[in-house]
């Protein structure tokens, strides 16, 4: 799942990012509200989360424009007024949720579940993905194939997640590093062949049925051999 955080506090946002990418989301940073649009615009986000003191233009408005040209995806906004009047203006302006700072990471995190989880049909994530007999299981953040658990670093986690949300369907490299990892990421790297070598050794080679196959020259697909 791929995360737009828009924040100017350089480190507020860099604790966003450390951690909601060690919690196996792909974080994207904007400075201000219209590099915000900008991005949205480009990038397909599952979630924007959104301060309301931006540099260029209130968080409010930003949210108002995210609606107003099209994003239909959550939007969760952070800000340090707490009153009643704020968060039913933050509502009112397109957000889905309300989170005052300061706050506790668990509880960003618990937000950005639930608001996955109810989001449009396009964003909404489900409870599990299966295939075959390889099931992921999004709450817990566990992959089994039969009765045999799989032991997967956050970041393999995000890469089968992502497989599996696409089966059936060729994926290129461009495709996977902007949504595994981010728009920064160096596109020369063969960071995603490292990653798929290393999922196959624990999804695919202790077992007969294959899942994970290269199309040669194109990326790979996510299948039933």
């Known amino acids: 799942m791929r995360i737009l955080v828009v924040e100017d506090q350089k480190k507020m946002a860099a604790f966003l990012k450390k951690g909601l990418s060690e919690s196996g989301y792909s974080v994207d940073l904007a400075?201000?509200?219209?590099?915000?649009?900008?991005?949205?615009?480009?990038?397909?986000?599952?979630?924007?989360?959104?301060?309301?003191m931006l540099p260029d233009q209130n968080g409010l408005d930003t949210a108002?424009?995210?609606r107003r040209d099209g994003y239909k995806g959550p939007i969760l906004m952070l800000t340090a007024l707490s009153g009643t009047q704020a968060k039913v203006?933050?509502?009112d302006a397109g957000a889905d949720d309300y989170l005052c700072k300061p706050f506790d990471f668990e509880e960003l995190l618990a937000r950005v579940r639930a608001l996955l989880r109810r989001g449009s049909p396009a964003t909404q994530q489900q409870s599990a993905?299966?295939?075959?007999?390889?099931e992921l299981?999004?709450?817990?953040?566990?992959?089994?194939?039969?009765q045999t658990e799989i032991s997967l670093t956050a970041k393999e986690f995000a890469l089968l997640e992502y497989l599996m949300r696409h089966p059936n369907r060729v994926l290129t490299r461009t495709e996977i590093l902007e949504h595994v990892w981010d728009i920064?990421?160096?596109?020369?790297?063969n960071v995603i062949d490292v990653y798929i070598n290393l999922l196959r050794k624990k999804v695919d080679v202790p077992f007969p049925n294959k899942l994970i196959h290269t199309v040669v020259g194109s990326g790979y697909i996510f299948k039933e051999s």
Not at 32 to 51: K, P
Not at 129 to 134: P, Q, V, W, Y
Not at 140 to 146: M, Q
């Open 31 to 52: 400075e201000t509200g219209s590099t915000g649009e900008v991005l949205v615009a480009e990038v397909e986000y599952d979630l924007v989360i959104l301060d309301v």
């Open 64 to 66: 108002k424009h995210l």
């Open 89 to 91: 203006a933050g509502l």
């Open 129 to 134: 993905l299966k295939m075959s007999d390889l």
């Open 137 to 146: 299981n999004l709450l817990t953040r566990r992959a089994f194939r039969g």
């Open 184 to 189: 920064h990421f160096d596109n020369n790297s």
